[in-house]
């Protein structure tokens, strides 16, 4: 079999592969004589075809699967010879694929590209030093109070903060759109959960009122058919309610599964949580610094085909979030930069894995792993289903193995430790980064 290779670019490459005749020949008549003994034609004893009259029915056939079969191990084959590691699949393009010839074709593909990570002293990484005071817990108390709020029926115009009951029915050009209708929704005016300009336009409705709403869907809407597009929604308002917070007492405790303790009790789990809560967002903070750290300082070429790739993967990912993305050129451009940033630091940590000799340390999974599974009602059915589980296991293990990355690099960098309080951690913004 000759092979030769030419570089189109530092990571394009064009392979032509010529299978020499004899090979495709010896192929095809290996088929057709086991056909022999297999096949049933009328006038002929089972097994006793002569060869030529198999040849002759069947031969056009078992000569096209054979060069199809031919051109993917021919491909691998040539792969191997030639020592080259293609980073996506190839596109082919036959030359010669005529019986009696040498079957000959062209590969085009992409290859990794040559990683040297870079040195990454003189980074400076800020990590969080965050304690959880009692502040803390009382706001997340409060946050509970709301939670577990009552509603009541009020006769007066809707107010910030009520609960506004309807059902609704939308149009967009006059014309209905998935999702269009609801019944009973309950909106918290202020919440900010709904369309922006929805909530505001209920402000003073009064129960039995019907009226028209008209609202823009944000630009960057999951479903790319209603982005950008103007809707008007008559509504009917069924109640107007307001909020009644009720009392931290024991009865409280009890309905976040407090049985003995009471308050107390319930403060010290929200303290636990919240520390939980704390830690995993501190190592959170510092990854994220490491990886944009890594990514500057390794300005490498990536394939295309891993590109596109990792792009179907997030539109596979905001499928399953959202239903139904954008698609099209335009709306994978909106995916690409992420995509090229996820295929850069995986060849980056892949290689910093290798150079170091990194491997996944038991210990720190199954630590991982309690960690995790003690946010749940019942911890032990959780590490159950992960022990059980071989691609769960898989990506915690890659999870696990990318914060020994991060370790290690975190070795080479300058660490500082910034008093933060919890709420600017859990809650980063302009405001709270700056307080």
């Known amino acids: 079999m000759q092979v030769s290779v030419e570089s189109l670019s530092s990571l394009e490459r064009r392979m032509t592969v010529q299978v020499p005749a004899e090979r495709v020949q010896d192929e095809v008549d290996r088929r057709l004589q086991s056909l022999t003994k297999r096949v049933r034609i009328d006038g002929f004893r089972p097994g006793k075809v002569p060869f030529k009259v198999v040849k002759k029915r069947y031969g056009d056939g078992v000569y096209q699967e054979v060069v199809s079969e031919l051109l993917q191990t021919s491909y691998h084959e040539a ?12 596109e082919i393009e036959p030359r010669s694929m005529e019986a009696g010839q040498a079957l000959e074709y062209v ?6 590209p040559e990683v ?16 959880v005071s009692d502040a803390d817990v009382d706001r997340v108390i409060e946050s509970l109070r709301r939670q577990r709020r009552e509603w009541d029926d009020v006769e007066r115009p809707a107010a910030d903060g009520d609960q506004v009951v309807l059902d609704f029915e939308g149009t967009i050009d ?8 609801g019944e009973d929704m309950a909106i918290e005016l202020g919440a900010g959960r709904m369309i922006p300009g929805f909530e505001e336009q209920l402000t003073g409705v009064q129960p039995g009122e019907e009226k028209s709403i008209q609202v823009t869907f944000p630009e960057d809407y999951p479903a790319g058919n209603l982005a950008g597009r103007e809707a ?9 309610r307001e909020g009644r917070l009720p009392e931290v007492d024991e009865d409280f405790a009890r309905a976040f599964g407090i049985e ?16 939980r809560e704390m830690t995993q967002a501190v190592k959170a903070r510092v990854k994220d610094q490491v990886m944009d750290a890594l990514l500057e300082r390794n300005p490498i070429e990536v394939p295309e085909s891993l590109v596109k790739e990792e792009i179907n993967r997030l539109k596979e990912q905001a499928r399953g979030r959202y239903g139904a993305p954008q698609e099209g050129e335009d709306a994978d451009e909106g995916y690409r930069d992420e995509a090229r940033r996820r295929v850069i630091l995986g060849l980056v940590i892949r290689e910093i894995v290798r150079r170091q000799e990194i491997q996944v340390e038991p210990e720190r999974v199954q630590a991982e792993l309690e960690s995790m599974a003690s946010s749940y009602q019942d911890p032990q059915q959780v590490i159950s289903y992960y022990r059980s589980n071989k691609q769960a296991m898989e990506t915690l293990e890659a999870m696990v193995l990318e914060q020994q990355v991060v370790d290690w690099v975190l070795e080479q960098c300058q660490v500082n430790d910034e008093p933060t309080s919890f709420d600017a951690l859990m809650n980063p913004s302009p405001e709270n980064e700056s307080s």
């Open 260 to 275: 003995e303790g009471g308050v107390e009790k319930l403060r010290q789990e929200v303290r636990g949580n919240m520390e």
């Open 79 to 90: 792969l191997t010879q030639e020592k080259i590691v293609p980073a996506g699949a190839p």
């Open 107 to 112: 590969a085009t593909f992409e290859v990794f």
């Open 232 to 240: 008007v929604f008559s509504i009917r308002v069924k109640h107007v």
């Open 116 to 131: 040297e990570p870079a040195d990454m002293n003189g980074v400076a990484i800020q990590r969080p030093q965050v304690e």
């Open 174 to 181: 006059g014309e209905p759109f998935d999702g269009n209708k």
